[in-house]
């Protein structure tokens, strides 16, 4: 363990921000939760201090937001099973569900705009879902960046592996100014969203309080 593991241990209330996406397509709509995390990282000054856990079956970068521990975690499994990345990654870490925050792509929103949604459904996103079944709660915060829906007779699967035009390029570098900017608003503020749990479904809030002390081991057990 390294000194910024142990501390991240010992000091504070811990968070985990997940980009989800697909390994090795970065570019792509559907991995724009990876760019926001890539611009956050930058941001702070950590744009080369990712490393690779194999523990947590991701890329990771430890940081600190206003006294705040944050892991910033981009998962190295395909889309459909980020949530084994991400249940690794908090019960290495000692991070409680409603301390999580994902971001994803999302088509019913257009792309320029991004919302904060507080737990609930998946919504059909296959990554969202993962992490749903694998930390067996919805309590997660989640950040939806806008990628629209296909045009014309394109596929969803071609359109959300598909790479921004370079005209999209111009409206997605405004995007991760805002995205990392609503980010850090929202990681320095002191406690997760009261309202959280009143928007997710009654059986994702019981079990957030139910396993709120054994979740991180039960929901790893089961990924081997």
């Excluded at 611009?39 to 705040?68: M, N, Y």
Aim: net charge neutral; aromatic share 2%.
């Amino acid at each position: 363990m390294t000194e910024a593991e142990a501390e991240i241990h010992t000091e504070g209330r811990r968070k985990l921000v997940v980009g989800l996406g697909n390994p090795g397509m970065e570019g792509t709509r559907h991995s724009v939760g990876m760019a926001v995390l890539g611009a956050f990282a930058a941001r702070l000054g950590g744009a080369d201090c990712w490393r690779s856990d194999r523990h947590v079956s991701g890329e990771v970068i430890l940081l600190e937001v206003q006294q705040t521990c944050v892991v910033l975690l981009r998962p190295r499994l395909l889309m459909n099973v980020n949530g084994v990345s991400v249940a690794k990654a908090a019960g290495k870490y000692g991070i409680k569900p409603e301390d999580i925050l994902l971001v994803h792509d999302e088509m019913d929103k257009p792309l320029g705009k991004i919302a904060l949604k507080h737990g609930g459904s998946a919504r059909g996103h296959n990554g969202v879902r993962s992490c749903v079944d694998c930390l067996q709660t919805d309590v997660m915060l989640r950040l939806r960046v806008g990628i629209g829906r296909p045009s014309g007779k394109t596929s969803v699967d071609r359109h959300v592996l598909s790479r921004f035009t370079s005209e999209e390029q111009k409206v997605l570098e405004s995007v991760l100014v805002q995205s990392v900017d609503l980010l850090i608003s929202q990681l320095s503020q002191s406690d997760s969203p009261q309202d959280s749990q009143s928007t997710s479904s009654p059986a994702g809030g019981r079990q957030a309080a139910q396993r709120r002390e054994g979740w991180s081991e039960n929901s790893t057990a089961a990924q081997s």
